[in-house]
């Protein structure tokens, strides 16, 4: 009874919550925009120069932490700094190259935690995380089970895969229990909330996408259409228009980079394969994509959203040629 009354009180305080992390998010961008427009003279471009100019020190803060690692340090440059579907949906007045930052600031600071505990990294954490919570809240709840490995495998680093295997089984678990605890506001409902949200979006293309319920067996059924719908789609002979064929291309990309990463004999590398700088960024990654092909229907919406995450999964393939490593 305890916790079904702590539940009530906590699910009247959401929507509370809610609108205190838009008023929060607007004064991020909104304001920051308004003083800059004295300057600019309300110039559009200006303004994106400005706030692009703010973005741009989220890839400048991830690559500066990445030039240590076993990889192509010319192919990270190119995810970071010249990949095309970064440089364009990102381009413009938008939260995405803003929450981009705030995770390179928690990325950045959680790894120099790991090695140095020092409290400037954990103010780099709570910033980067705060910025998240106001921005795209459902983004923190992919990385909690990340970091648990993460936390894990810096201390026993032997264990990896039954680590991971063990926390995502416990976090599935947790995440369909707590329809048993509430029938309407549990987790489950969340996610099919958010994507009845998007169907009842207008759009002229939509990918097949079956309705979620609070049923485990339900996002096993939806599974496989969310992976083809982010990891594989548009297809080229289904693509219409010139933003469709490069959705298109850049799914070739990713599987291209895929067989160089085989052909590379990257996985044959330990290095290559457990450095947790880059391997847990990818598995948010890998999570980020199913959390978009459960939710979003609408091609173009995908493919802007999935971009933080391809950029992770690009640099965990960029390896070096297998010579290198002898």
């Known amino acids: 009874m305890l916790l079904r009354s702590r539940l009530f009180t906590a699910q009247h305080l959401l929507p509370t919550i809610a609108s205190y992390l838009n008023d929060l998010e607007f004064w991020m961008i909104t304001k920051p925009l308004a003083l800059v427009h004295f300057y ?3 110039n559009y471009y200006l303004n994106v120069l400005f706030f692009n100019g703010v973005n741009f020190w989220g890839c ?31 381009s413009g007045i938008r939260s995405d190259g803003l929450i981009f930052l705030f995770t ?53 680093p032997r264990y990896f895969g039954r680590t991971t295997a063990l926390v995502y089984a416990l976090s599935a678990l947790i995440f369909f229990a707590s329809a048993l605890i509430d029938s309407e ?20 293309t939509r990918y097949q996408l079956d309705s979620l319920n609070s049923s485990p067996y339900q996002f096993l059924k939806v599974a496989p259409q969310a992976m083809e719908n982010t990891l594989l789609r548009p297809y080229l002979w289904e693509a219409k228009g010139a933003l ?31 450095h947790p700088h880059l391997l847990y960024p990818a598995l948010f990654g890998l999570t980020l994509y199913l959390f978009i092909g459960y939710t979003i229907p609408f091609p173009g919406a995908i493919v802007r959203y999935k971009v933080q995450a391809e ?8 390896v070096k040629s297998y010579k290198n490593y002898n």
């Not at 950029?311 to 960029?318: A, N």
């Open 40 to 42: 600019t003279d309300g």
């Open 60 to 90: 400048l803060l991830l690559y500066r932490s990445l030039r240590e690692v076993p990889r192509d340090q010319r192919l990270i440059f190119f995810w970071l700094f010249l990949f095309p579907p970064l440089i364009f949906w990102w």
């Open 104 to 156: 390179a600031l928690f990325l950045t600071g959680f790894q120099s935690w790991l090695q140095q505990k020092q409290s400037r990294s954990l103010l780099k954490i709570v910033i980067g995380l705060a910025g998240i919570l106001i921005l795209r809240s459902p983004l923190l709840l992919l990385w909690i089970p990340v970091v648990i490995c993460w936390l894990i495998h810096h201390r026993f």
């Open 185 to 204: 506001h549990n987790l489950p409902n969340a996610v099919a909330h958010r994507q009845q949200a998007f169907f009842a979006l207008p759009g002229k």
């Open 244 to 274: 469709q064929w490069l959705s298109a291309i850049d799914a070739l990309v990713l599987w291209a980079c895929f067989l160089y990463f085989l052909a590379m004999r990257g996985y044959r590398q330990k290095e290559v394969l457990l």
């Open 311 to 318: 950029v992770f999964l690009l640099i965990y393939l960029s």
